[in-house]
């Protein structure tokens, strides 16, 4: 896992291919204790990334749960709901998870199963109920965020796919050019379409790039 666990205001599907980027090149050591998910430190740990958002501490981690008291919210009190969808295509889900620690204290914190991204954050509840609710509600922002991160990124393929299908008519009409006036004046008006595509793209590439 990476040493550092980059900002959540980093749109998901990046964060993914930042984390596959380096899983070739494991550093970890050691079992895993709460101590070490405090410290955070990358020879103390077997699968949490420690990081922040903003700035709030978080620990993540993509090998399934790093509790053995771990539960989702919706199993904790009736949410009347089991997550919230990360894409609008349904596809992916968001639900909030709640870490039963020692002493009465809990964690609160969510899994994505497009990915099996499991965040946990560094506040601590003394009540369970609290804490459930705290996750539920980490859940629905991380899915509100991945769903607008998914917005852009439809955009900018339809933006993309367009700018395809334009330069293929662009392509024939150019080629029929010599035929008559009308072809020279039909190319021409393609020509412009596909620049105005062009910078479609480019701008929906540029909102989602730098979301």
């Known amino acids: 896992m990476p040493t550092v666990y980059p900002s959540l205001r980093v749109p998901a599907s990046r964060r993914l291919a930042m984390f596959r980027k380096e899983a070739a090149q494991p550093n970890w050591v050691?079992?895993?204790?709460?101590?070490d998910v405090r410290l955070a430190k990358p020879t103390s740990h077997t699968g949490l990334?420690?990081?922040?958002n903003g700035v709030e501490p978080v620990w993540v981690t993509h090998d399934g749960p790093a509790f053995d008291r771990e539960r989702y919210a919706d199993e904790v009190v009736n949410l009347?709901?089991?997550g919230w969808f990360t894409d609008n295509h349904c596809n992916g889900k968001a639900r909030g998870i709640v870490v039963a620690l020692p002493h009465g204290r809990f964690l609160a914190g969510y899994h994505w199963?497009?990915?099996g991204e499991r965040c946990y954050f560094g506040d601590l509840y003394d009540d369970e109920d609290d804490a459930t609710r705290a996750?539920?509600?980490l859940a629905e922002r991380f899915?509100?965020?991945a769903r607008a991160d998914s917005e852009r990124f439809d955009a900018m393929q339809d933006a993309e796919g367009h700018c395809e299908a334009v330069a293929s008519d662009v392509d024939m009409a150019y080629q029929a050019r010599n035929v008559s006036a009308?072809?020279?004046e039909h190319a021409r008006g393609r020509i412009e379409e596909?620049?105005?595509?062009?910078?479609?793209f480019e701008e929906a590439r540029a909102a989602y790039e730098g979301a």
């Open 30 to 35: 050691g079992p895993m204790t709460w101590r």
């Open 49 to 52: 990334s420690g990081g922040r």
């Open 80 to 82: 009347r709901h089991t």
């Open 113 to 115: 199963d497009d990915n």
């Open 135 to 137: 996750a539920d509600s």
């Open 143 to 145: 899915a509100e965020d």
């Open 182 to 184: 009308r072809h020279r």
């Open 194 to 200: 596909l620049r105005a595509a062009r910078r479609d």
